[in-house]
């Protein structure tokens, strides 16, 4: 990345490289209160980037019409799974009204691995945690990069096949 001070004293990044996503549209793909399209009786994915410095947390839904919405994502700082976790339940407990009665756990493929310090992984903390309908998954980059930018340029039903909360895009 580039940087250069310009008038009026503001840092602006000036980007170099490969576009990774280019089907991406900000104009097709942002929506704003897409929150307010949870469907209760559809279940709310939770995609988790596990660490202590930086884990994320993505939360999405699959419509009627086959559709990614992607509703929310956080990002902690130097936090333990524990309280990142519950950290992500306040957070949903706040954006959304209505009652989610179905939650599945999409965990990195190093959610089964134990460390000298603990004896527990993370796949043991989210089963304590009552968070036990999971897939543990290995994610090759390349693959996904390819997949995303499938998914960005298909339209279903007149709409993208991905759509996300603005509020949350420049995280994603």
């Not at 104009?27 to 884990?55: E, N």
């Not at 949903?92 to 691995?113: F, K, Q, T, Y």
């Not at 499938?150 to 759509?163: D, E, I, T, W």
Request: proline share 4%.
């Amino acid at each position: 990345k580039a940087w250069r001070f310009s008038k009026g004293g503001k840092f602006i990044i000036n980007p170099k490289g490969t576009i990774v996503y280019e089907d991406y549209d900000e104009t097709r793909h942002l929506v704003d209160d897409l929150i307010q399209q949870f469907d209760p009786l559809r279940s709310l994915y939770r995609a988790w980037d596990l660490g202590y410095d930086k884990p994320a947390c993505v939360g999405f839904q699959i419509d009627k019409f086959n559709r990614m919405l992607i509703l929310f994502s956080l990002l902690g700082n130097r936090i333990q799974l524990n309280n990142f976790i519950d950290m992500v339940q306040g957070h949903i407990e706040g954006i959304i009204d209505v009652p989610v009665l179905s939650v599945h756990e999409i965990l990195p493929h190093d959610a089964n691995r134990t460390y000298d310090v603990s004896p527990n992984s993370a796949a043991d903390i989210f089963r304590h945690k009552r968070l036990d309908s999971m897939d543990v998954i290995y994610v090759n980059a390349e693959k996904s990069i390819l997949a995303a930018n499938k998914l960005f340029s298909l339209q279903r039903n007149g709409k993208p096949a991905v759509m996300m909360d603005s509020q949350y895009a420049n995280l994603l």
